[in-house]
């Protein structure tokens, strides 16, 4: 019977290749698996704290899982690091600390695909627990980028229009080389630009010092949901940009 | 044509073919049925033919305004504050707070009516409380009142905090304009640690008419998306 494996963050290629060829069934902890307030978690985890972090562990107080791999190291953040302690303590089960720090790159194709921006999204997440490269894709010419990790709320990636370039730790994810700070830190200063990062997460730094050296970008956070201000001040930048925001405005 | 800004508290419409200035209504007011052709604000897109963001019209109607190069914009409304930044004729930066910076001008309008003030008879104190929005602010108020002073200077020393944060907001410029129904305000402009021009409450249709004129300039470059942000 396959076994039921929680993953935090981008463990090791050869981590997924183990769980792969076992026949187990990856569970993406980053994301919102469960209906649950967030909230449940305010008794381990502060209410000021990375929202994917505290989904991580919202996902945990729910599931039934076998395994937890969580990567704890450059590729991901100190907070993982330390939220590891606090799952370790929450499960029965072993909680496994990883350190992805692969270099062969995948390439990133999903990243400049004519895909909706949520369905670059979805695949390149989905991508994580494959050790296989995504096919390759036609390239569109771009007319914005978004620069970040996946948001805790992927609605707010509806506002950008298919020929929205993704950057920084999201296109790191679909190369598999979560580390690579050189590829996390590039972006296109021709492409009016959304630095984007998680309310409370250390990328907030690097969001905010790239958003200052490009020429035309604005760094934003949001925490759990994105309220209508974080969505109307997306919408105004892309459309002062002159380009047509997405459909899922601020109204 | 008709223009509206639709705010929290009040409702700023403009008929162009009709009006010579826009009129005033309040929110509460305005029948439910009433639709513009463009507008901006509270729930613009439900009550219009065709709608844009608010930071969209306030950098609009700045840059039709301000016949200046570089310059920083605060909109100070009911229920949000937000701002741009232009530099070299172009949006630069931009921010929008309906979350900390909730209510408040409507708190500082519902203080006016419930201590029955004037806010042009109150000199700018020289200290301000410290808050972050009307709400966690008057308690403040209260506490100042308990502890002996005026409730004509507790409420002036919110303004002046509700001034602060704003001007914090908007990254402290040395100078301002501001836009809004607080502009006309005494106290809240006199509470500001920096130069204020006060533009009015009609910035927002300003920019409601630079997009009508932007459309009719070039329709078809319009409708792809012109850009303010070079």
Redesign the interface.
Known sequence: MPRRVGIVGVPPLAVIETINRAGDVIVDLDEPQVRAPIDQTAARIPRAYCAILRTVALNCLHLQLDQVYIDVGPGKCDCALHVAEVIADMLPVPVIRTRNQDTRAFGHPLCTSHLPLMEKFRRITKGVQSAAPHPPMETCRPSCGFWGVPPRDFSLLALFPDTTHVFGWTRCMENKTPADLELERHFDPAL?TVFFSQSFCAKSVLAKHLAAKHP?A?AVDCDVTA???TR??I???L??????PGRG??? | MLLADFGTSYCKILDTRRDSTPRIVATRELDRSFRADLATGHNAARRSLRSINELTALARGGLQLVDRPDFVLLDCGSRDIKFVRIHNGTVADMGWNAECGASMGFTIELLATYYRLDYAAIPAPATGFSITCGVLGMSHIFDAVVAGVSETEAVARFVRGIALNAHRFAHEPDELYLSGGLCANPLFVASFPCRVHPLGRFVLLEGLRATLRQGAENPARQKEGKPDID
């Open positions: 009016p035309r604005i309220g209508s201000s109307a001040k919408e105004a930048f459309e002062l940009s002159g380009i047509t405005g601020a109204g």
